[in-house]
């Protein structure tokens, strides 16, 4: 069975940081384009980042970039993204997401809430 399983949200203050992780099973995240998008309560899903096979390139949402980190690990079948200097808009849940193309992602975890307080 193929899945994807987020973890590593929580509640941090304004300016604080978090590390989310994706861990892949059932398939190879090798093979796949990888990303992170996010809701927020009463909005529509939005792409945050994502990362290229073998993490050749990334690519950021302009209301992250400079603050969040996509990586991958590959050998452990895990995408990391890493929230720096976080703020209240950042609240949502984010999702992670593999696509072989890219283009549009077809497989996606549960979720988990990032919630940041001022």
């Known amino acids: 069975q193929v899945q994807l399983v987020e973890s590593g949200g929580g509640l941090v203050q304004a300016g604080g940081s978090l590390r989310l992780s994706c861990s892949g099973s059932?398939?190879?995240?090798?093979?796949?384009?990888m990303g992170w998008f996010r809701q927020a309560l009463g909005k529509e899903r939005e792409f945050v980042a994502a990362i290229t096979w073998s993490g050749a390139a990334s690519h950021y949402a302009d209301s992250v970039k400079g603050r969040f980190t996509i990586s991958r690990d590959d050998p452990k079948n895990t995408v990391f993204l890493q929230l720096n200097s976080l703020k209240p808009e950042d609240t949502a849940v984010y999702y992670c997401?593999?696509?072989?193309?890219?283009?549009?992602?077809?497989?996606w975890g549960q979720g988990t809430q990032v919630t940041v307080s001022s």
């Open positions: 059932g398939l190879t995240t090798s093979r796949y384009v």
């Open positions: 997401a593999a696509d072989r193309t890219g283009i549009e992602f077809h497989l």
